[in-house]
């Protein structure tokens, strides 16, 4: 065969993709082409990450969607902080005739006139002091004390309610001590509504029998008495001299979100960093 021929086999050979191992005609001339052809798929299958580290790319992944959910949740946060002390901010207002219209009235001031029944005075405890007067304030000082709750009957509406006067130091809690502070007769009371408080975790149950309340159990409290379910806490304003100190109230949620965006977002950088140089960076090409 002529050289001719045997380059012409050779072309078409290549030009065709023949498997490993063809030989040209009679001369039985081996194609180059096809070993080249086959080494580089079985590089290129080399390459490649195993399948079990497609699935510990779900690692750096679901972090960053952890993060992500984060941000929102920060969002949500802020407004909702920022919402409360709008509300605090407002002007009072009567409280509505309907128990159901104070469900979305927390943290709404609202105002109040009748007259105060001390002998059926509660003691909300141990309670440190806050020191803003506005009742809104997240200040306070690390002295220990109890906060006073006393039946309060409304001239205009009839109705007995609940109001939270303010704090009073340890040493003042029995009422004997605080004679001026007992104010008679018909008063004006602004305060802030609150809801009924659920036990947290750790936090002894209430002591009815000894009058030590340890959380804000509205229900209970209204029950023991024979008042309406219904609780404001007074405003700074609202204090008389030798009584409890008003603007006990502390708006405030924890917001520890940026933590948690920080965390999160950290922990998908550096796990995604650490699965491209195990399966990609040390790879042989």
């Given at each position: 065969m002529s050289p001719f021929s045997l380059s012409r086999v050779t072309l078409q050979c290549v030009r065709k993709g023949s498997q490993c191992g063809l030989f040209a005609a009679k001369?039985?001339?081996?194609?180059p082409g096809t070993?080249?052809?086959a080494s580089q798929t079985a590089s290129r299958s080399s390459s490649l990450p195993p399948p079990h580290a497609w699935f510990l790319l779900s690692i750096p992944a679901a972090a960053f969607g952890l993060g992500t959910w984060q941000v929102q949740r920060r969002q949500w946060k802020l407004d909702l902080i920022k919402d409360m002390e709008a509300r605090t901010s407002r002007l009072p207002i009567p409280i509505p005739a309907e128990q159901q219209e104070l469900e979305t009235m927390e943290y709404r001031p609202v105002k109040v006139?009748?007259?105060f029944d001390h002998s059926?005075?509660?003691?909300?405890?141990?309670?440190s002091l806050n020191t803003h007067d506005t009742g809104g304030g997240m200040g306070a000082r690390a002295q220990s004390g109890a906060q006073v709750i006393t039946p309060f009957h409304c001239s205009d509406t009839g109705r007995t309610i609940l109001v939270n006067r303010g704090w009073v130091s340890k040493k003042n809690i029995n009422p004997a001590t605080r004679p001026d502070g007992q104010v008679t007769g018909e008063v004006e009371v602004t305060g802030l509504v609150r809801l009924n408080e659920k036990r947290a975790p750790f936090v002894p149950k209430n002591d009815i029998a000894h009058n030590r309340w340890h959380y804000r159990d509205v229900e209970a409290m209204a029950q023991l008495t024979e008042a309406q379910p219904i609780y404001i806490e007074a405003v700074g304003g609202s204090t008389v001299?030798?009584?409890p100190i008003g603007g006990q109230t502390r708006v405030q949620l924890r917001n520890e979100h940026m933590q948690y965006?920080?965390?999160w977002y950290s922990l998908s950088i550096l796990t995604a960093i650490g699965w491209y140089w195990t399966y990609f960076k040390k790879v042989p090409r």
């Open positions: 001369n039985r001339t081996f194609c070993v080249r052809s006139r009748g007259s059926k005075e509660m003691h909300l405890l141990p309670r001299p030798g009584g965006i920080l965390t």
